[in-house]
Each structure stands twice: as C-alpha cells, then as structure tokens.
C-alpha cells in the first residue's frame, strides 16, 4: 500500500467539509504502519469518495510480484449502499459484482431464468455457448481483473477462499460499523423445516448442551452430504432440485464449519444452543434448533481478515475502539482511529424531547396511546411536511396506526410489511403529499435528503431483544456498556436519516423516556458531534391536540379526516375504530390492503457463491 497517493486518488474535483483533513489524518495513521484504520465519519462526509481514496492506494498489479496481493475490495453490507456505488460516476472504476440471482440468463427460452437456475446449473457437464456473454460471468471476469472490486458483504464472505477473489493488499469496509453482528448472523445455523428439505425424514434428538448440538451436527452432515450427492451424480437437475441441492450444500458447510470450529482448541468462538419444542412432526422428540457463535473471530479472520494486507472501517458509528477491535479480533495496537469531523450545524439538527413514558413491553399498553397522541401532534406542527415514524416493530406499528386511525388521521398515515416494504417506502417517497410513514428498521441505509422527510419520532429505544440468548449471555456476563452502546448505535443511525448535508435540515422528536436515559448511560461512548445534539435537547412547543389540523396540508384537507373518521367509527376521532376500515386504510392512500412487492429490502444480502 502506498498511503502517499491518497489525494491524487480521490475521485472527486474539489473537496467538502472535512473531507481534506480526513485524508490527510486517514494517510498518517497508515503511514505510521498501522494494519487497520478505524474511520469515524459522521453522515455527508462523503464516506464511499474517502473509501475509493483509500482503495486507490493499493499496490498495482505491475509494481508487485506476480505472487504478492494487490489491488482493493470494497465491500458493505448494505445493497442499498453497493446501489449507491453503482449509480455514482464519481464511482464508476469500482466494478460491481453481484450474486448469481441478481442476473437472468441470455439463452433463448431461459431469459426470465436467474443465473443461478440456468441451464449450467441444471445440468452436468453443460458447456454454455454464450459464456462469455452472461451478465452474471462477464462481471465477475470484469471485477476479478480490475484493481478495485466492489461487491456485499455476504458475497465477500461467501467467496473466501475463492480462486476468482483471491486475497487483495487493502480491503475497504462501507458502514462496518455492525461487522461483528452481521458475522454473528452469518455464522448463525438454523436447523427446522424451512432450512432443511428432508426434515420429516429425520429423528431430531433433545439438546441439552452444546457437546450434544455438535455431536448430532456431526451425525446430521453424513446424512446431507449423502442426500446432496444423489442428486450430483444425475445428469440433468429441475430448477426445484437446484435449490434442493444449492440449500443442502449450504446447510453442509455450515454444519462443518460449526463442528471443525469447535474441536480446534485454539479456537476462541463460544456456541449457544437454542431449542423450540417439538410441533409433533419428529414423533415427540426434539424440534428445531438454532446454533448461535459469540464473537465468532476465527470466522471473521477466514472470511475478511485473511482477504487483504491493510484495511479500513468506516462509519459513523464505530462507538468505542478497544471493544469494537475485541468483538471483531483485531490487534488495538495495530489499529488507529480516525475522527472526522461533522460540519452540518447542529442547529438545523435538533432533538426534541416528547417522551410520554416507558415503551418497554409492560408499560406499552399504557405508554403507546399518548404517544399516538403526541405524534399526531408533531403531524399538526408539521402540516405541510412529510415524516418518518420509527416504531421499533410490527406490533408497535400495527397499534400505532390503529390508534391514529381512531383519531382519524389514518388519511395521512403510511405503512408497511415485511414482504412490501420497499414498494411502500418507494411511494411514499415518491408522493408530494405530506405523508408519515410509519417505519419498522429503517434505522440505517435510508437517504431522505430536502423535502423527502423534514421530521421523525423514535417511539422506542432500540434496545437489543434480552430474550435472545446471545444478548442474555453477554448481560450475565456483565457486559451492559455493550448493550447500551448497540442501543445508542442504532439511534444515532436513525438520527442521521433526515439531515443528509449543510443547508439539509431535519427535526428528531423523542416519544419513549428511555431514551433520555440511554444517553445518561452511554455518555462516554458517545461522539462529541452527537453528545453537542444531545447536550442542545429540549421540550418543543407543540399545538393542542386537534387531529383535524393534522390534516390541513393534505390535498383533500379536513374532508379526509371526516371521510376516514365515517370509516372508523365516528368524525369526533374518539370512536372504538373499525377493524377492516380502521387498519386497511392506513396502510395505502388508496384504501387497499399493503401490496405485495417483489422488491429486496435495502437490508437485503446477496448469498450466492461466485460459481
């Protein structure tokens, strides 16, 4: 790596904020032989330019040896960010490489097929004639012989290994900031009916111990690599036994991976076991069962670690150095923190405290009616202005828009579910209408510059579920600093949806009290440009409830109101709601139930192997 090109590398004609100095921080924390750079850069610091800086950097393919890396990955586990990348002309040498599924097949009669159901798939031996002409192949060849590649986390992880994506000299990681829970997640076994295809052929035993899960995992794999080698010796696959095979192989490495880790006694991953009771499907024995990692850090140094020479991390919200270098098993003495500086003023992005009680799941029932009120509100404060509620999940979001359609300003309420949030979400951004957007983890990858979104509440705190094994193990172990610090993370994520650059401004309104005191409980981790918002906290001076104001910046106005209050129950707001009329009508402007859309969630990954 020659840190001393970083300047001549940025891809851009002039430079912005703090951008300049980033760089300049960026060149001597590498120059001062540190193998990794923790870069904290806070929203509009052009994070993905200072990337492809530092991308640039790396050793070029004539200046080395044929047997030495060189060259650059950069990689995030976003698809909305790699999107991003694509799209951007300041970007353009960082060639994007997808996963199988994202490409269709060019053969006459496959054109609707994706690549990873293609006739070279399907069949052994097949030898494509078009080859060369396939999207999915003619960008892997692209990216694998270009000096910088570009591509999801999960499709990195899932090519280690690889003979196409061979280690590189550096190693860019976009919004890394989660890399030890999306390695947790990725590493993460479940074995139940919807993961395995012969699950009613199998005698799932009790497991009450992890010695138990890994012995049974041992047992399990003989059985699937039989199953997934019946169908390799036949000539010819259906697209249905493609998947069949494509979920058996995942299962198997999985499982392998599993077992090879935990009997290799220099392995410091620790395993957790989780078990649901049997439905009745295994003959009363056990039921499905999930294998969680803790900190797997042998899986991280096989899937990125061993992939590059030097590295950069970058985000907003690397919280605390040591013990993010701990979670993810780098060397602090050999990694560097780099500070960028925000330059939005911190006026044009105020927090307001609106907090109506706990949201915890005993005191909803009794929190969530007020804050249905105080969001509607902030709606009469904003008449004219589009807004973004964060309701944490589907149940607060379901309740939310109940009891604002009680009040009857369901006519300006937009919601989601699981399978159309990104149809909805492409509307609701799309319309000039003055909608509030009722979210459900839309905390990271959202981009809602100018008028997009001019306000947001965060109804909850996001606090990590503690019925989830893995965070119940690390409480009992004390570790609450890095639960309070996952919590703050994600709300200084949300936090910076609404305010995306200088002359941007946005309003952040605070519903749950638990958030006022997570930013007690979190202080020292928190960056000095968030704990300046934090610090500038005050109570906002709101309109008397009056739900009809709400709607006065809607085309059809009060009329709407009138019109939704008939539908549930009443126009005075205070009727007992409709549950068809009441919920239905929230959902779209048009009264329909949510549409059931194809598209991928931002969050969505890519899990295809290169092939």
């Known amino acids: ?50 990337a492809r800086a530092i991308a640039g950097c790396a050793e070029r393919v004539d200046d080395v040896a044929p047997s030495d890396a060189s060259g650059a990955y950069y990689t995030t586990p976003q698809v909305s960010q790699l999107d991003d990348v694509a799209a951007d002309s300041l970007l353009e040498d960082l060639n994007v490489i997808r ?13 609707d097929t994706p690549v990873n159901r293609a006739p070279c798939v399907r069949e052994s031996g097949y030898d494509c004639s078009v080859r060369h002409r396939c999207p999915y192949f003619s960008d892997r ?44 997640m ?63 192989q995942e299962r198997i490495g999985e499982l392998d991976w599993f077992v090879s880790d935990y009997r290799d006694p220099e392995s410091a991953t620790e395993w957790l076991v989780d078990q649901e009771p049997d439905d009745g499907s295994n003959d009363g024995d056990g039921g499905p069962l999930t294998i969680k990692p803790m900190n797997p850090e042998k899986y991280l140094k096989h899937t990125v670690w061993d992939r590059g020479n030097r590295f950069a991390l970058l985000s907003a919200t690397i919280l605390n150095k040591d013990a993010f270098c701990r979670q993810v098993g780098l060397p602090p003495e050999r990694t560097a923190l780099v500070d960028v500086e925000h330059t939005f003023p911190v006026e044009n992005r105020p927090l307001y405290d609106v ?52 009040f009857g300003v369901g006519a300006r309420v937009r919601t989601h579910s699981r399978d159309d949030r990104d149809g909805e979400l492409d509307s609701w951004k799309a319309t000039d209408e003055p909608e509030v957007f009722l979210s459900v983890k839309m905390e990271e990858a959202l981009d809602l510059k100018g008028d997009l979104c001019r306000w947001q509440v965060l109804c909850k705190a996001p606090f990590l579920n503690t019925g989830d094994s893995r965070v119940e193990h690390r409480l009992e172990q004390g570790q609450w600093a890095w639960y309070y610090r996952s919590a703050l993370r994600t709300v200084i994520q949300a936090c910076g949806r609404v305010v995306r650059a200088p002359d941007d401004w946005g309003h952040t309104y605070l519903a749950d009290s ?85 598209s991928r969630s931002p969050m969505a990954d890519v899990w295809d192997t290169d092939g």
């Open 1 to 50: 790596m020659d840190p001393s090109r970083i300047f001549e590398e940025f891809p851009a004609p002039s430079y912005r904020g703090a951008q300049k100095q980033a760089l300049r921080d960026i060149q001597a924390a590498f120059e001062a032989d540190n193998d990794v750079v923790l870069v904290r850069a806070p929203t509009g610091s052009g994070k993905s330019l200072l």
């Open 99 to 111: 996963g199988k599924s994202n490409y269709d097949c060019i053969l006459p009669g496959e054109r």
């Open 141 to 184: 060849a692209i990216a694998s012989n270009r000096e910088i590649a570009a591509m999801t986390l999960a499709y990195f992880m899932q090519t280690a290994g690889s003979e196409v994506f061979r280690k590189r000299d550096v190693v860019v990681v976009d919004e890394a900031h989660g890399l030890a829970e999306w390695a947790e």
């Open 186 to 248: 990725y590493a993460t076994i479940e074995l139940s009916p919807q993961t395995l295809p012969n699950w009613d052929d199998l005698r799932v035993p009790e497991v009450d111990s992890i010695d138990r899960a890994v012995d049974y995992a041992d047992a399990l794999l003989g059985t699937l690599k039989r199953r997934k080698d019946e169908l390799l010796g036949r000539p010819e696959l259906s697209a249905a036994e493609v998947s069949l095979r494509d979920r058996l």
């Open 355 to 406: 907090t109506q009680g706990k949201m915890t799941y005993e005191h909803r029932d009794e929190t969530l009616p007020k804050v249905a009120r105080v969001v509607t509100q902030v709606m009469q404060h904003h008449p004219d202005e589009k807004g973004l509620v964060h309701c944490h999940s589907y149940g607060i979001q379901e309740r939310l828009a109940e009891l604002m359609g009680d």
């Open 514 to 598: 638990s958030l006022v005191d997570l930013f007690d409980r979190a202080r020292s981790d928190t960056p000095p440009w968030f704990a300046e918002q934090v610090t500038r906290l005050s109570t906002p001076d709101l309109p008397t409830f009056d739900p009809t104001a709400a709607l006065a910046g809607m085309d059809d106005g009060a009329e709407a109101g009138r019109r939704y209050g008939r539908r549930s129950g009443g126009d005075d707001g205070e009727g007992s709601g409709d549950a068809d009329g009441g919920s239905d009508y929230s959902r779209s402007r048009s009264g329909r139930r949510s549409r059931s859309g194809s």
